[in-house]
């Protein structure tokens, strides 16, 4: 598609900001009014649209398409998005170690073990750890909390931490990404820990290399997201 604008501005809607082309307001693909929370995640998205060339670039528009799925799905159907959401709490990638006489372990125990007390204490809850890979159920009261947390979050912020929680597999490691002061690389190592593992044994191939490589970007831009979506 040829580029069909010339003036790309940002401006103050009912309920936040939104992205002004040539003076008119852009929609979602789902065609609803595209609104956002903040004016830094507005003036993101139109940066988006201003590096846009000559012809359009589908895949320019990272941040845009994140914001649509918030808009058009979560906004919709909150329920629906935090009932994805849980379970991964009940499969959370940190509660599930190596049975302790493995060099495994004492890793895991290392980098896992701080980040799910944290959350005990952050959240009031109590997690179940695991050695093996025999599944056990996490306390309904867990859960519970957890959903209650997730309800606490805009639709911006559930969009970013669908992403974020995925590519985890954590949902611990997903809320901590959305925090203001998120390490980025702690906690992408963190849930890439066993990978990690693997690698110092065996090695690491040019095409793994480039899916993490990959997967990583996703990872950092959900977090821009969150953290954009929350500035004021």
């Not at 501005?9 to 002004?20: I, K, P, S």
């Not at 996490?138 to 947390?149: G, M, N, S």
Request: charged letters at 30%; glycine letters at 6%.
């Amino acid at each position: 598609m040829k580029r069909f604008y010339k003036e790309v501005t940002v401006g103050e809607a009912d309920a936040g900001w939104r992205v002004l082309l040539d003076g008119r307001p852009i929609k979602t693909a789902g065609g609803r009014v595209q609104v956002v929370t903040t004016k830094p995640l507005a003036e993101a998205l139109a940066e988006e649209w201003a590096a846009q060339g000559e012809n359009i670039d589908p895949a320019g528009f990272v941040l845009r398409d994140l914001c649509d799925f918030a808009i058009d799905a979560i906004a919709v159907d909150r329920a629906e998005a935090i009932r994805d959401l849980v379970p991964y709490a009940e499969t959370d990638t940190l509660c599930y170690r190596a049975d302790p006489e493995d060099a495994l372990f004492k890793r895991q125990q290392d980098v896992w073990e701080p980040l799910l007390k944290r959350a005990e204490d952050r959240w009031g809850l109590t997690f179940t750890r695991v050695s093996g890979i025999i599944h056990k159920p996490q306390p309904a009261q867990t859960l519970a909390r957890l959903e209650q947390v997730l309800h606490e979050q805009d639709d911006f912020t559930l969009a970013g931490l669908r992403m974020l929680t995925s590519l985890a597999a954590s949902l611990v490691v997903g809320l901590f990404a959305t925090e203001p002061d998120a390490d980025s690389e702690a906690l992408w190592r963190a849930a890439n820990l066993e990978e990690d593992w693997q690698i110092e044994l065996w090695g690491e191939d040019w095409e793994a290399a480039e899916r993490r490589k990959t997967r990583l970007e996703a990872f950092e831009l959900a977090m821009r997201l969150t953290r954009l979506a929350r500035e004021s």
